[in-house]
Every structure is written in structure tokens, then in C-alpha cells.
């Protein structure tokens, strides 16, 4: 417990006044001693935390009894309300003696009597060697015996009582401020003259204003607290008590000591926005924000609210929703890239996920359009609501009618009996994603108009409205502004739709993706790891992807099949090959030294035998495919295709087969290439 000491030079009934008007504030939270200078010896020391004094000079005199860490009070004194009263009732003008013990302390008392207002008297200070026969009232402090006698009115206002001023000062250095101190000090200030009516107006404003304050806090149902800039409590109400089961008073205390740094590891370096945190069982958004003084940070006020049953709704919903397939699969996070282009695209999206607008995802095939839309519902507000998908391609043009509208019972044949909701209605609140909308036809088209224009529905066959909340997502592969050239789609639909227009670039046009993308699908579809030749990189980055993702897919899935771990341009399809190089001159060559279309069925039949073919087996394999070729003539043209490395003839049983060179040359020749060069047509 804090101590306070009451010094003053010998033992008076005045210390022990002090000591009662200190409890009237202090009693049961401070200790108080009383100390008296005249009697203390060498080396005797007061240790309180605080020593009060009556006068300056007294401190003076006791400091080398006092220690250092003792915060030395030189006390404020006043008078009583009940006294004041006597000498306020005094008529003005009067004239009145004031007596103390010696003239300085007489005149000490004129000027304080001034200063707290007793301004309507005219105040004579004693001097016992003059004759006051004319003055009939005196004011004294206790000096009863020094008035002279013939004087009949005298008030002793006795001892000074302890100033509003000195109780602040001394709560403030003890850091006290309970209710309970602050109501007893109202109390007390209600008794007495004070010369700080500033003060004392303040303090009982600061109360009432810390009554207000802690009523609206306890009416919140949100857990509140407020903590200094270095995250100490300053002020927490009863709902944060009962979130976090808190039953000591924890004010003063860290804030991760009742909220554990792994809960909220970032509570005091930034703000929080709606940061949600389980905590037993109970699901907490957390919000916070700096309170700052004169441009300085001074604190941080924390905001509980407890979502659990929301949170227990959302789950159900959201089950809901899973069960019957209508949520997304794809985040922003499943979305790989290492392009800078996509990387831009991405940022662009994620800004506009968070608004209601339409948006038109253009692109060719393969490229992700699927995946962007998904991630856009996933980052939207209404992410917890359905996200419905349909590929407007693939259905005949009333059956799509009806599946994005619904229909009215009994509104065609095979219609089931009690109607049916369409998939605008099943998306309400949520976002509907019409993929392929560049194959809309176009009675549709205009019903859709109907629904971007309106936000409202009919059901086939039903003239009733239903109105709809819903995002639209749209995507083609389609170059529309043709398709509206061709009148095979509106242009009122394409300007409704184009509201956020997002283009996904084609992979050819983000080679940083190719090899990302590669490594990316074979080590999350098939679990590999896979090292690409120079060659082998080349080739897929030169390759132009016409399928896009989708086709990559496609091609780690058969270069998993066939390669090991180091994937060789042996191991790469046929088609990406083709692309290796340009096959004309070898052709120009082969038609100018014999049989260009002899020499293709050689290769032919080398291609499907990898381990090697005798010339006899080719001139047999050749007749069984109806052409005639000796073996003279087998022999000129191998030596031909060794000339150009197309192919390996090798002495002995092992015969001839085709090189890396001649497999490429193959493939380039079997997608048609060889007939579009120049050399092809010679
Ligand atoms: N950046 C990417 N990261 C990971 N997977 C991707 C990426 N881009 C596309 N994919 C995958 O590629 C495949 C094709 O993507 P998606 O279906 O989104 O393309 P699309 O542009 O909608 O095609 P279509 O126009 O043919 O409908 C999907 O399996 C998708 O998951």
C-alpha cells in the first residue's frame, strides 16, 4: 500500500486535522504516519512515498531526514464551507481585524481571505500596537487569546483544511483513480472553499464524464478495451470480461495477458480490420484503432463483436451450398503465374472483386477464364452465397431458356408438374457465371438484357416478376465485337456486359507461365519432379499453344507417361516437335536425288521400328504396302537419308533406324508441313 507522511515540527492538534482530512479521501488505500521534526536525531530518515508539509520551510529543515525517493507535498490549505458562510454574512464595507500569531503570519492570513474571495470586507491586519476601539468583528485562525478584548464578534475559523489541488496532486503521482477516491474527493470538495474552483469544477466534470463513459461501454454488447500506446489496459467493459472469462482486475496489466500473442500476433504493430479469431469456442471479428494525442500515438481502442451464431449460420449455408455444388473451386491463390502481364491482369481483378459489377473475361480457350471467375465470387462479399456456373454452349436454345429462368408448371411437355426455379433464381444474393456467352443464342440474349437492365426474372411460360440480387460473370472465347458484326450478338447485351472487361492474355504471350506451369502441373498431378534439357525448354517456349493451359495440362500429362527424370526431346509429342524447324531444304534435297515419296515410306516404316530394320525387311514392308523398290535402289536411298541425318544405317543385323532429326522430321511431315513448304510442292 502507497504511505504518506505528515510532517510537522512538534506534535499539534494540527497534525492530527491533516492527518483526518487526508483519510476523508485516502482511508483503507494509503497508509499515514505523522513525523515531528523536533523530534528526530542524526540518521533518523522518513521513507514514505510521499511527505506533506505545511510550509516550505519546513521541507527545508527536514531534508536530511527525508529520503530521496520521497516526493516531498508542500500542503494547500483552505477553509471550510461552514466558516466562510459566517464571514460572507458579514455586511460590506465592514470593517474587520484579523488577528494571527505575528505579523507576518497575520498578514499571510489577510491575503488569503483575499483570495479566496472575501473581497466585500475591508480586512485590517492586528498589530498590537495600535488601538482598534472603532472595530466590533475579528477573524482568526485559532489566536482567540491574541484579539483584543473589547471586541465582540470574533470567528475562529480554526485550522485550514486540505486543498482540493493537494489531493490531485498526490492521487496523480500514486497513479490512483477508482471510483471510489474520485467520489470521496467530490464529496470532500463540496465541504470546502477551494482556491481552484477550476479544479474542482474539472474533476467532477472528468466523473461524470468517466460515469458516461463507463455506462455506454457496459451498454455495449461488443467487448471493448482500451490500452495505452505500449498496449497496457487502461479501460475494458463487462462484455470483454465475460468473452474472455477475465475475473481479476486486470487495468495496468499487458494486453497479452489476457489475449496470448498467437491469438493476435499482430494486435499492436497494425490496425485491425474484421479479423476474425476463434477463441473457446467462440468466434470473435476484431476491429482496432489508434488514438492518438496532439498528433502522437496515445493509445488503442479494440472492438470484440461476437459472431459465432453468424458465423454457425454462414456454415450452414455455406454446407448448403456445397452440397448441391454451388460454390467456387478456385481461389486467387490456386491461380499460378509467374508473367508480370498475368501478374497485372490479377491485381486488376482482385481490385473489382470487391464491387457488385458485371464483368466480361475474354480470352482464348484454355487460358483460365474459369478459374478467374471463381476467384472473383471467392473474394466478393457475397462469397458466402451461391456462385452458379453454366456453359451457355452447351445446351439447345430452350432448354437454356429454361434452365437460366425456370418455368411455370404445365408450361411445355416433359416440364415437371410444379415448375421449376432457374439457375438466376438459384444464384440470388450470390453470382451467376454464364461461360461461352458468345454462344448465347439469340432469343436468349435478350431475356439476359432483360435481367442486367432490370435485375428481374420471368419464368417461362409466366408473366409474374421475380426479382433477382445477383453478380454477373461473363466469359467468351469469341471475338464479340465480330460476332455483333455478324448479327449473331447484341450489341445493346455486349455494352451491358462489358462493364469490367478483363482480357487473360494467351500463354504464348506469357512464356515466364510455360516452364512454371509445367513444373507446376506435373508435380501437382503427378506427384514428379522433373528436370527439362535446354532443348526440351526451348521447345515448349517456342511451341505457340494454341490450347492454352488446358493443352499444357494435356501435354506434362503424356510427358509423365514417357519420361523419367530428366525429360529429353524424345519425350515430347509429336505435335510440339513440328515446330523444331523447317524441314524444306531436306526436301528440296531428298526430291532431288530420288524417290521423295519412296524415301517418306522408308521413314515410315524406320519410325515404327525403333530398334532397327535390315534392308531386306524394308523392301518386303514396302511391297506389303504396294510399293516397288529394289534393293539397289533401298540402298541409294539410305545412303540419301544418312547424307541428311534423317537416318543411321549400321552394319550387321542391326540395320538402319531413324534419328532424333529424322523423328522430328516425321512429325513435322505427318501435320502437314512438309506439303506447305516449298520444297513440298517441287
Ligand atoms: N494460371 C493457372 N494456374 C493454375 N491452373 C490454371 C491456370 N490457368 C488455367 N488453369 C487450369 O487450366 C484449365 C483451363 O482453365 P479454364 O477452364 O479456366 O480456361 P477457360 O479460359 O475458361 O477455357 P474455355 O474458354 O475453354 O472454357 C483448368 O483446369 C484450370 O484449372
Redesign the pocket.
Known amino acids: 500500500m502507497k504511505t504518506i507522511g505528515i510532517l510537522t515540527l512538534v506534535p499539534t492538534d494540527l497534525s492530527d486535522f491533516i492527518q483526518s482530512n487526508l483519510e476523508k479521501v485516502f482511508k483503507g488505500c494509503v497508509t499515514i504516519n505523522k513525523y515531528y521534526l523536533s523530534y528526530f536525531k542524526p540518521g533518523d530518515i522518513i521513507t514514505t512515498d510521499v511527505v506533506v508539509v505545511t510550509a516550505q520551510s519546513h521541507a527545508m529543515k527536514a531534508q536530511n531526514y527525508i529520503s530521496h525517493d520521497s516526493r516531498i507535498i508542500v500542503l494547500r490549505r483552505t477553509l471550510p464551507n461552514s466558516e466562510i458562510y459566517k464571514i460572507t454574512a458579514i455586511p460590506k464595507g465592514t470593517n474587520v481585524l484579523v488577528v494571527n500569531e505575528s505579523p507576518e503570519t497575520t498578514s499571510e492570513s489577510v491575503a488569503f481571505l483575499y483570495q479566496i474571495g472575501i473581497t466585500h470586507l475591508n480586512l485590517i491586519p492586528y498589530d498590537c500596537r495600535k488601538d482598534y476601539t472603532d472595530i466590533n468583528i475579528a477573524i482568526t485562525p485559532g489566536e482567540v487569546e491574541s484579539v483584543p478584548p473589547h471586541i465582540q464578534t470574533v470567528i475562529d475559523v480554526g485550522h485550514r483544511c486540505v486543498d482540493i489541488s493537494t489531493f490531485v496532486s498526490i492521487l496523480n503521482y500514486f497513479n490512483i483513480d477508482t471510483q471510489e477516491t474520485s467520489r470521496r474527493l467530490i464529496q470532500y470538495s463540496d465541504t470546502i472553499v477551494t482556491m481552484d474552483i477550476g479544479i474542482k469544477s474539472q474533476y467532477k466534470e472528468l466523473f461524470m464524464k468517466n460515469i458516461q463513459l463507463n455506462t455506454v461501454v457496459n451498454l455495449s454488447h461488443n467487448g471493448i478495451l482500451l490500452s495505452d500506446k505500449d498496449n497496457f489496459i487502461l479501460l475494458y467493459n463487462k462484455k470483454f470480461g465475460q468473452i474472455f472469462g477475465i475475473d481479476e482486475n486486470v487495468i495496468g496489466k499487458h494486453f497479452s495477458h489476457v489475449i496470448s500473442n498467437t491469438l493476435l500476433p499482430n494486435a499492436s504493430q497494425s490496425m485491425l480490420v474484421d479479423e476474425l479469431i476463434e477463441f473457446k469456442g467462440r468466434s470473435l471479428l476484431v476491429n482496432s484503432s489508434k488514438i492518438e494525442y496532439f498528433g502522437e500515438p496515445a493509445g488503442i481502442y479494440y472492438d470484440f463483436q461476437e459472431v459465432t451464431h453468424i458465423r454457425h449460420l454462414e456454415q450452414n449455408l455455406s454446407k448448403k451450398l456445397r452440397d448441391k455444388g454451388l460454390v467456387t473451386r478456385?481461389t486467387f491463390a490456386?491461380?499460378?503465374?509467374k508473367s508480370p502481364r498475368?501478374k497485372d491482369c490479377i491485381n486488376f481483378v482482385k481490385r473489382l472483386a470487391s464491387t457488385n459489377l458485371t464483368v466480361l473475361?475474354t480470352?482464348?480457350?484454355?487460358?483460365?477464364?474459369?478459374?478467374?471467375?471463381?476467384a472473383i465470387h471467392d473474394a466478393s462479399p457475397q462469397s458466402i452465397y451461391p456462385f452458379v456456373a453454366i456453359?451457355c454452349a452447351s445446351f439447345p436454345e430452350n432448354l437454356l431458356e429454361s434452365e437460366l429462368f425456370g418455368y411455370e408448371a404445365g408450361s411445355f411437355t416433359g416440364a415437371i408438374k410444379e415448375g421449376k426455379s432457374g439457375l438466376f433464381e438459384q444464384a440470388n444474393n450470390g453470382t451467376i457465371f454464364l461461360?461461352?456467352v458468345g454462344d448465347m443464342p439469340l432469343s436468349v440474349q435478350v431475356r439476359l438484357l432483360r435481367v442486367l437492365q432490370e435485375r428481374q426474372i420471368m419464368r417461362v411460360g409466366s408473366q409474374r416478376v421475380i426479382d433477382v440480387n445477383l453478380r454477373v460473370i461473363a466469359?467468351?472465347?469469341k471475338d464479340l465485337q465480330a460476332e455483333i458484326q455478324k448479327s449473331s450478338f447484341r450489341q445493346d447485351l455486349f455494352y451491358r456486359l462489358n462493364v469490367l472487361p478483363i482480357i487473360?492474355p494467351p500463354l504464348r504471350e506469357r512464356p515466364e507461365?510455360i516452364i512454371h506451369?509445367f513444373h507446376?502441373?506435373m508435380e501437382k498431378h503427378h506427384g514428379k519432379k522433373v528436370t527439362l534439357t535446354r532443348e526440351v525448354e526451348s521447345l515448349l517456349l517456342k511451341y505457340k499453344w494454341p490450347g492454352?493451359?488446358?493443352e499444357?495440362?494435356n501435354a506434362v500429362a503424356y510427358i509423365s507417361f514417357i519420361a523419367t527424370d530428366t525429360v529429353h526431346i524424345e519425350s515430347l509429342p509429336a505435335y510440339i516437335l513440328n515446330i523444331h524447324t523447317d524441314f524444306s531444304q531436306e526436301i528440296t534435297y531428298l526430291s532431288a536425288r530420288c524417290d521423295k515419296e519412296k524415301a517418306y515410306q522408308v521413314l515410315a516404316i524406320l519410325s515404327r521400328h525403333v530398334d532397327g530394320v535390315g534392308r531386306k525387311s524394308l523392301e518386303t514392308e514396302c511391297a506389303n504396302a504396294m510399293v516397288t523398290i529394289t534393293e539397289s535402289e533401298i540402298r541409294r536411298l539410305l545412303l540419301v537419308l544418312n547424307e541428311l541425318g534423317l537416318v543411321e544405317s549400321k552394319v550387321g543385323r542391326r540395320g538402319s533406324h531413324l534419328t532424333t532429326k529424322g523423328l522430328h522430321f516425321m512429325n513435322w511431315k505427318n501435320a502437314g508441313m512438309a506439303d506447305q513448304s516449298k520444297g513440298g510442292h517441287s
Not at 363 to 374: F, Q
Open positions: 478456385y490456386s491461380i499460378q503465374t498475368m473475361i480470352g482464348e480457350s484454355g487460358t483460365g477464364k474459369e478459374l478467374m471467375a471463381h456453359n461461360d461461352e466469359a467468351t472465347n487473360v507461365d506451369l507446376f502441373f492454352n493451359v488446358r499444357l495440362i
